[in-house]
């Protein structure tokens, strides 16, 4: 098929590479010409594990094109697929402005028959807007078919080539033959593709992701408990994770959930509900959790030296939200940073993927290292943000040798809290007894 794919942000990039891969003609429009240029000569504008060897080859195929011009893009396109930003307004709602923009110039382009798909995340009703943008311009045949995204950064190329489930949402017998045949080479194991009407598919995307923020923020709310009662989070989450009515994803405590979705999506949900004069209280208490979290390690770090952080050295391991990601957005790591530079520490960080967006978002108020153990060098304490594999099983000597104190504060739980303390560390960590070394001192 030919398809089209409008944006090449994180989902549009995927999306694009990933039909290319089943051999289809894909295009991808984008406004920006500079990342446009950077595509079309071959380099990677986004991290993602798996996908640079995936739009080599199909570039090199010549199967997947960039382009800026809409008109160019569409032309030939059976499918064109919207995958542009729905950021958040002032209120909480989707901003539309961008997929509405796109529908309305698509109006002016198209001369025959195109399903055109809404890949971003959009609220309930959105279809319907879609199509009456592009009816105003063109009095034609066409569809609008809500198919949303369910990819995980950093796992995203295989979410997408083999997904749990395909999500279609028409009321078109035409379209829903369409897309089933684009979206056959991918569910060739069995994996259902689930159809329903526009807006189910676009309550389903909202609907899902809630739900799995609200796991996480139920554990962060058991962690919260643990720690008061002197109870074991991991040990609890063992305990119910077992059951199969609940599972054993997204039980893990930590610094909150951040990255492109969660926030985004609860948020907007909440607002949709809000719209339809409905309280979505659970999700409401979801976001202050959330919140929270994100700085609970701080009155910890606090408490520890005596309530004054001013002119202390923290090293800090971990940006990115979540790991195998190079993503900031509403990363805990950023609101910790905040949180102790206005205490008037200092800090230096490290993370695999994401420093050159953190360069570009705080310059220079905190210091960048090039490799984990050079950021521990005359710090204070060790801070861990997020779980990057490599930060699992460190060189604990190379720790112990840079840090001033045998002292970690993780925000991820990594580690066994009694291997910890029996290296001699102080350790505190989400929802766990404190490690205290067992002549108690942290200092070397």
């Not at 909480?92 to 995340?121: E, F, P, R």
């Not at 840090?403 to 504060?409: A, D, G, H, P, Y």
Request: charged content about 25%; proline content about 4%; some cysteine.
């Amino acid at each position: 098929m030919k398809i089209a794919v409008v944006g090449t942000g994180y989902v549009g990039l995927v999306t694009g590479t990933c039909f290319a891969e089943t051999g289809n003609d894909v295009t991808c429009v984008d406004i920006d010409a500079s990342k446009v240029e950077k595509l079309s000569n071959g380099q990677i504008t986004i991290y993602e594990p798996g996908l640079e060897k995936l739009f080599v080859r199909n570039l090199r195929e010549e199967r997947l094109r960039f382009t800026t011009s809409l008109e160019d893009g569409i032309r030939d396109a059976m499918i064109i697929f919207l995958a542009l930003p729905t950021p958040p307004g002032e209120n909480g709602s989707a901003d539309l402005k961008y997929v509405l923009g796109v529908a309305s110039d698509l109006g002016k382009l198209m001369n025959d028959y195109k399903v055109i798909v809404d890949k971003s995340t959009v609220p309930v009703g959105t279809a319907e807007k879609v199509y009456n943008a592009i009816a105003q311009n063109f009095k034609g045949e066409f569809d609008v078919v809500s198919n949303p995204e369910f990819l995980r950064e950093g796992v995203a190329v295989e979410d997408f080539m083999k997904p749990d489930r395909v999500v279609i949402g028409t009321s078109s017998e035409r379209a829903r033959k369409i897309m089933g045949d684009l979206y056959g080479p991918f569910v060739r194991q069995g994996n259902p593709i689930v159809y329903m009407d526009e807006r189910s598919a676009e309550l389903t995307k909202y609907a899902a992701n809630s739900f799995l923020a609200t796991k996480i923020s139920f554990m962060n709310e058991i962690a919260q408990l643990c720690e008061r009662l002197g109870a074991d989070v991991d040990m609890v989450r063992k305990g119910i994770g077992s059951d199969d009515r609940i599972g054993k994803r997204f039980l893990f405590p930590g610094i909150g959930y951040g990255g492109s979705c969660f926030p985004k999506d609860v948020q907007a949900l909440v607002k949709s509900s809000d719209e339809a004069k409905y309280e979505f209280k659970i999700l409401k208490s979801v976001m202050e959790v959330n919140e929270s979290q994100k700085l609970s390690l701080i009155p910890k770090i606090k408490k520890y030296f005596g309530g004054k952080l001013s002119g202390k050295k923290f090293a800090l391991w971990g940006l990115a939200f979540k790991p195998n990601t190079d993503d900031i957005r509403e990363a805990p790591a950023l609101y910790m940073i905040d949180a102790l530079l206005k205490e008037g520490a200092q800090l230096c960080v490290y993370d695999p993927e994401a420093m050159n967006n953190v360069k570009s978002f705080l310059g220079d108020k905190v210091g960048y290292a090039d490799n984990q153990y050079d950021c521990l060098i005359g710090a204070d304490a060790l801070i861990i943000a997020t779980e990057w594999n490599e930060f699992r099983t460190p060189n604990f000597l190379k720790i112990v040798t840079a840090l001033k104190n045998k002292v970690i504060f993780d925000g991820r739980n990594l580690f066994e809290t009694d291997a910890i303390r029996e290296l001699g560390f102080y350790y505190e960590s989400i929802g766990r007894a404190t490690a205290i070394p067992t002549n108690g001192v942290a200092h070397k």
